[in-house]
């Protein structure tokens, strides 16, 4: 068996000051009493900060409050850099953390929706070997502050543009969520929650994507959550997945299928299945047969990806028509499928690519 150093790395970083988002409501108004002011404050300084509004609009708020309260809402992220493609609707932002840490995240304007795909993690230990964050390995996980940030930034941002905000949130940006389990999962606690302890949004618009860690899947599915788990699959047979997502080794396709179904059956949510379509290397249709065949009469929806390349990689989409093949064979197969358009392409927005540009 190959060993997996790298699946729990130690980060080699600290988090970031602890903040307000990093807090239930109950410790919220312990930390604003700590700070010599009444607990009921917390609510009207979570209001504020959910609404994406930074220190300086808490009108209700004297300025002597404000600054008391200040050490609660540290800047978690300054913005390097947006850059901006399909005129517009798809801006990805490169953030730098307290210790000089890059992310991204990325948000896709559509015509009923706004979606922002954020980071768990600074980098990743999955070594995946298609995966530009993968190549560069784990430098640290994201707070809970950290990853709620990314959302609450990108909602104000979009407000600011004259649109009406997030509506969902994929975690498909850098790291893998569920290596970052105890963070994310009170992340998304925060991102469901109504007002004034979190942002509201709905269970249903919210994607975790993950390699597979057996079980943390299975954790997750005793959490109580129903939000859409995504399985980055890429392969049926574990021969080729050994290789293209080196976890499996550890849990192999049979393994982490049955916990994906598991979560399934709890939760009432539909399964996706990620598939990055790679030229010559898992495109072929004896695998879209074998796909099919594991998957067929569950509850599942399989998001082809055309590989989008990284530098010094030899690797390729594969060709229109062997998409088209794969498609159809899923679909005879009894599987739904779908090729998922590829925004962001000319801004290197494939998972880690504007980061590793720094
Ligand atoms: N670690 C998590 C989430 C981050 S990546 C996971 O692996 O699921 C989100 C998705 O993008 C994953 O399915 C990942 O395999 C895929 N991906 C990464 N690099 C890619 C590339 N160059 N082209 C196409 N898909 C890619």
């Not at 899947?217 to 997945?241: C, F, M, N, Y």
Request: aromatic share 6%; with cysteine; net charge positive.
């Amino acid at each position: 068996m190959t060993s997996l150093p790298l699946v729990f790395d130690a980060p080699k970083r600290g988090l970031p000051p602890q903040h307000l988002a990093d807090l239930d409501p109950a410790a919220r108004r312990e930390a604003v009493v700590a700070l010599g002011e009444k607990g009921f404050r917390a609510e009207q300084l979570a209001r504020h900060y959910f609404a994406g509004h930074g220190s300086e609009q808490m009108t209700d708020l004297s300025p002597v409050l404000r600054e008391r309260l200040a050490p609660l809402l540290p800047e978690l992220w300054t913005r390097v850099r947006d850059v901006d493609c399909d005129a517009g609707a798809t801006i990805k932002s490169l953030w730098r953390g307290h210790d000089s840490t890059l992310v991204e995240s990325v948000t896709m304007r559509y015509k009923e929706r706004t979606t922002v795909c954020i980071s768990s993690q600074a980098g990743c230990g999955m070594a995946c070997p298609f995966c530009a964050t993968g190549q560069g390995g784990l430098t640290r996980n994201l707070s809970t502050a950290e990853i709620v940030d990314q959302v609450v930034r990108a909602n104000a941002d979009d407000l600011a543009r004259g649109f009406r905000g997030v509506s969902n949130v994929v975690f498909m940006g850098m790291g893998e969520p569920l290596a970052n389990y105890n963070r994310v999962v009170a992340a998304l606690r925060r991102l469901v929650e109504p007002a004034p302890a979190g942002l509201g949004m709905s269970q249903r618009n919210i994607v975790l994507s993950t390699v597979g860690l057996v079980p943390a899947i299975r954790k997750l599915t005793a959490e109580g959550l129903q939000v859409t788990l995504a399985l980055s699959l890429h392969a049926p047979d574990d021969e080729l997945r050994n290789t293209l997502v080196p976890v499996n080794t550890r849990w192999p396709v049979k393994e982490v299928l049955e916990a994906a179904f598991g979560y399934v059956r709890t939760t009432g949510r539909r399964l996706s299945i990620e598939y990055a379509l790679i030229k010559g290397v898992n495109d072929q249709p004896w695998r879209a047969d074998l796909l099919a065949k594991r998957l067929k009469g569950k509850l599942v929806h399989v998001n082809l990806i055309p590989l989008n390349p990284t530098p010094g990689s030899d690797w390729d989409a594969s060709p229109k028509p062997v998409e088209e093949e794969f498609v159809r064979r899923l679909r005879e197969g009894g599987v739904n499928a779908t090729v998922r358009d590829t925004r962001g392409r000319e801004i290197a927005g494939a998972c880690g690519q504007l980061a590793a540009l720094e």
